[in-house]
């Protein structure tokens, strides 16, 4: 099939740098959309791909799942997107659109197998698909999001990841008035948990392992905020929240915070620990307690989430670096040095 060619930023192998390198993108068909990068997120699933934490990274990779751009170009058959127009691709480019789970919405769990923005095998060209840390990104118009104008634009990307992936489980497991909402990890997944949990109008509590963190949660929304090496303080909160969000990206004791939750009550991991994590029995028998998981969201639920962020001005605490510093980023992010969002301004590829 006819190609254009992108500048993009990807890595080689396994624990080698980023470089400059030039990347193929199909050629528009007929409902395709073409769009300029502005932005691109950095997201810890980028940071555990380049480094192969589960074991599939196809090389050479160009990560990034956090893309919102302008759209350049639109194939024939194209009714949704105009040229010019502000648009967002999160991480899903492409789903079967038939089964159960595509007819409800649900595109990440598409039984045929969805494919991911990046490092996902590409139906078209053959090969992984390339993410946004690029030039252009080309994909079929049902997977593109309408950008609402937010007035910082850098800041709106990491919605496109860490935002659709707590809004859905805070919004499947009814965070609202009444509901108390505990937060685990404020990186980039937690800090937009604060942020939507009490626009939705939930109680929020937060437990992180950086005390430079506790205050900084409150200015970010939060009601409490707990270091959770301070097994006193700790303890204050057993048997208190209905639901809790885990957003962790390493190995970590969930049992202490199954003990949190009121019977009934739900832990949800949306972090990615490349080492399995042990549950107890009685952590979860003790309560009739939940121990589940969630994977980002669906498209109609990324626009829905994008509008609600759009109405209650919620954008990521963001640090724009230009793509140059991008391995700099990476190593900050691993030792968790970064309030709270890397973006990339593509201007500067
Ligand atoms: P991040 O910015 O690095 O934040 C992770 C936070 O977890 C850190 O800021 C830290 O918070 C806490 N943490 C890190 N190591 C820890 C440890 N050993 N013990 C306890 N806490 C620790 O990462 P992110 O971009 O938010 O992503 C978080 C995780 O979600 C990653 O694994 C990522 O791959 C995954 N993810 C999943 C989905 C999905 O759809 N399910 C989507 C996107 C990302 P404190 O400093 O506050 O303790
Ligand atoms: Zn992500």
Same mark, same amino acid.
């Given at each position: 099939m006819?190609?254009?060619?992108?500048?993009?930023y990807?890595?080689?192998?396994?624990? !080698?740098?980023?470089?400059e390198?030039?990347?193929?993108r199909r050629e528009?068909?007929?409902?395709?959309v073409?769009m300029?990068v502005?932005?691109?997120?950095?997201?810890?699933?980028?940071?555990?791909?380049?480094?192969n934490?589960?074991?599939g990274?196809?090389?050479?990779?160009?990560?990034g799942?956090?893309i919102?751009?302008?759209? !350049?170009?639109?194939?024939?058959?194209? !009714?949704?997107?105009?040229?010019?127009?502000?648009a967002?691709?999160?991480?899903?480019?492409?789903s079967?659109?038939?089964?159960?789970?595509?007819?409800?919405?649900?595109?990440m769990?598409?039984?045929?197998?969805?494919?991911?923005?990046?490092?996902?095998?590409?139906r078209?060209?053959?090969?992984?698909t390339?993410?946004?840390?690029?030039?252009?990104?080309?994909?079929d118009?049902?997977?593109?999001l309408?950008?609402p104008?937010?007035?910082?634009?850098g800041?709106?990307?990491?919605?496109?990841?860490a935002?659709?992936?707590?809004?859905?489980?805070?919004?499947?497991?009814? =965070?609202g008035?009444?509901?108390?909402?505990?937060?685990?990890?404020?990186?980039?997944?937690?800090?937009?948990?604060?942020k939507?949990?009490?626009?939705?109008? =939930?109680?929020?509590?937060?437990?992180?392992?950086?005390?430079?963190?506790?205050?900084d949660?409150?200015?970010?929304?939060?009601?409490?905020a707990?270091?959770?090496?301070?097994?006193?303080?700790?303890?204050?909160? !057993?048997?208190?929240?209905?639901f809790?969000?885990?957003?962790?990206?390493?190995k970590?004791?969930?049992?202490?915070?199954?003990?949190?939750?009121?019977?009934?009550?739900?832990?949800?991991?949306?972090?990615?620990?490349?080492e399995?994590l042990?549950?107890?029995?009685?952590?979860?028998?003790?309560?009739?307690?939940?121990?589940?998981?969630?994977?980002?969201?669906?498209?109609?639920?990324?626009?829905?989430?994008?509008?609600?962020?759009?109405?209650?001005?919620?954008?990521?605490?963001?640090?724009?670096?230009?793509?140059?510093?991008?391995?700099? =980023?990476?190593?900050?992010?691993?030792?968790?040095?970064?309030?709270?969002?890397?973006?990339?301004?593509?201007a500067?590829?």
């Open positions: 006819e190609t254009t060619t992108s500048k993009a990807g890595s080689e192998a396994e624990g !080698t740098p980023l470089h390198m030039e990347i193929k528009l068909l007929p409902t395709d073409e300029e502005l932005y691109c997120g950095i997201c810890h699933s980028d940071l555990h791909q380049i480094k934490d589960f074991g990274t196809m090389f050479p990779i160009v990560p799942h956090e919102l751009g302008r759209v !350049t170009r639109v194939g024939a058959q194209v !009714t949704s997107f105009k040229v010019g127009e502000l967002g691709v999160g991480c899903i480019v492409d079967c659109g038939h089964c159960e789970s595509c007819e409800e919405d649900l595109e769990f598409c039984e045929k197998g969805v494919t991911f923005s990046f490092n996902s095998p590409d078209h060209l053959g090969g992984a390339f993410g946004g840390f690029s030039k252009s990104y080309v994909c118009q049902r997977y593109m309408h950008m104008n937010f007035e910082n634009l800041a709106a990307a990491p919605l496109l990841c935002g659709i992936t707590v809004y859905s489980p805070l919004k499947h497991w009814n =965070a008035p009444g509901k108390k909402v505990g937060i685990l990890g404020i990186g980039g997944l937690g800090h937009m948990a604060i939507i949990a009490k626009a939705m109008g =939930a109680e929020v509590t937060v437990f992180t392992t950086s005390p430079s963190k506790v205050e949660a409150k200015r970010l929304g939060a009601d409490y707990v270091l959770s090496s301070n097994s006193e303080e700790m303890s204050k909160y !057993t048997a208190q929240l209905h809790i969000i885990d957003t962790v990206s390493a970590h004791d969930v049992n202490s915070y199954l003990n949190l939750l009121k019977h009934d009550g739900t832990v949800v991991l949306v972090g990615l620990p490349p399995p042990e549950v107890g029995a009685f952590n979860i028998i003790m309560g009739r307690k939940s121990f589940a998981g969630s994977n980002i969201g669906g498209i109609a639920e990324t626009q829905e989430m994008l509008n609600f962020c759009y109405e209650h001005n919620i954008t990521a605490d963001s640090e724009i670096i230009a793509m140059q510093e991008v391995n700099e =980023a990476f190593e900050r992010l691993e030792i968790g040095d970064v309030k709270y969002r890397f973006v990339i301004d593509m500067s590829l």
